[in-house]
């Protein structure tokens, strides 16, 4: 697996994945499961209770593939970077895995103009410990009577109806 995504959208993915980690644990819980493909590159998290997937579509996949590695090491590397703005910050953040790591790096350029180059090697983990949430193709919803219901209440309970603009959102339900 080897790609290149925007900083913006590697530290807005691992914010996502925030909800279904549990840091600072060294089981699958505290994996994220990099997946580089056609459409850009997932990043999937799941921690038994809650699972939490985001695809990127600002990358250059150079290799498909798929890799674990933590998620706490990866972020609290990457995390307080500054995304590129004008002439400084940085651009793009590269992964390139082979079987048994995962290699992180970046170039930050300075105000002044100068830069260092950052990297990070974290171990590789069993993919298949790590499950991605299923791809809804078609979604809908379907209420019965009582759940609708018990919806409506709370909306109705949120509207403040001294306001003449929230009595359009009453209209009709009784």
């Excluded at 925007?6 to 994220?32: C, M, P, Y």
């Excluded at 992964?95 to 950052?118: A, H, Q």
């Excluded at 974290?122 to 979604?139: D, F, H, V």
């Amino acid at each position: 697996m080897n790609f290149k995504i925007e900083t913006s959208e590697l530290q807005k993915a691992f914010k996502i994945l925030n909800v279904a980690v549990k840091l600072n644990a060294l089981d699958a819980t505290g994996r994220v499961l990099g997946e580089a493909g056609d459409e850009g590159v997932s990043f999937s998290a799941n921690n038994g209770a809650v699972s939490a997937s985001f695809l990127a579509t600002k990358v250059e996949v150079v290799e498909k593939g798929k890799q674990s590695f933590e998620y706490n090491k990866a972020k609290s590397f990457f995390s307080a970077v500054k995304p590129w703005s004008d002439n400084c910050g940085v651009d793009k953040i590269e992964f390139l895995s082979n079987d048994s790591t995962t290699t992180i790096s970046f170039k930050n350029v300075f105000e002044s103009g100068r830069s260092s180059k950052n990297n990070l090697k974290l171990q590789n983990y069993n993919t298949a410990l790590i499950s991605s949430p299923p791809q809804i193709k078609n979604p809908s919803f379907m209420f019965n009577s009582d759940l609708f219901r018990a919806a409506v209440s709370k909306t109705i309970y949120a509207i403040n109806q001294a306001l003449p603009q929230s009595n359009g959102a009453l209209l009709g339900l009784n």
